[in-house]
């Protein structure tokens, strides 16, 4: 963990947009040797479990981004009826 920090944001059309204070999660992957920084409006879970959670779902994203059988857009149009076997 390397900082949690209230945030406001100062652009014109952002502050429109969302003019509450969000949370800046900052964290240093020693594996990957980057800095990562998560923005949220979760204020009540701890930081390093914020982290964890954007870290894991950047992986899933990853994953359906390198994968040649199935993007996300592939699974958000199939509609049709699942049968259970």
């Known amino acids: 963990m390397r900082s949690d920090h209230t945030v406001v944001l100062t652009a014109i059309e952002s502050t429109k947009v969302y003019p509450d204070a969000l949370r800046r999660v900052?964290?240093?992957?020693?594996?990957?040797?980057?800095?990562?920084?998560?923005?949220?409006?979760n204020f009540?879970?701890?930081?390093?479990?914020?982290?964890k959670i954007y870290k894991s779902r950047w992986m899933?994203?990853?994953?359906?981004?390198?994968?040649?059988?199935?993007?996300?857009?592939d699974a958000m149009?199939?509609?049709?009826?699942i049968a259970l076997n």
Do not use: H, M
């Open 26 to 41: 900052t964290y240093f992957d020693l594996q990957n040797q980057k800095r990562l920084k998560f923005l949220t409006n």
């Open 44 to 51: 009540f879970l701890p930081a390093l479990t914020i982290a």
């Open 60 to 73: 899933v994203e990853l994953f359906f981004e390198s994968s040649t059988w199935c993007t996300p857009s």
């Open 77 to 81: 149009e199939f509609q049709g009826p």
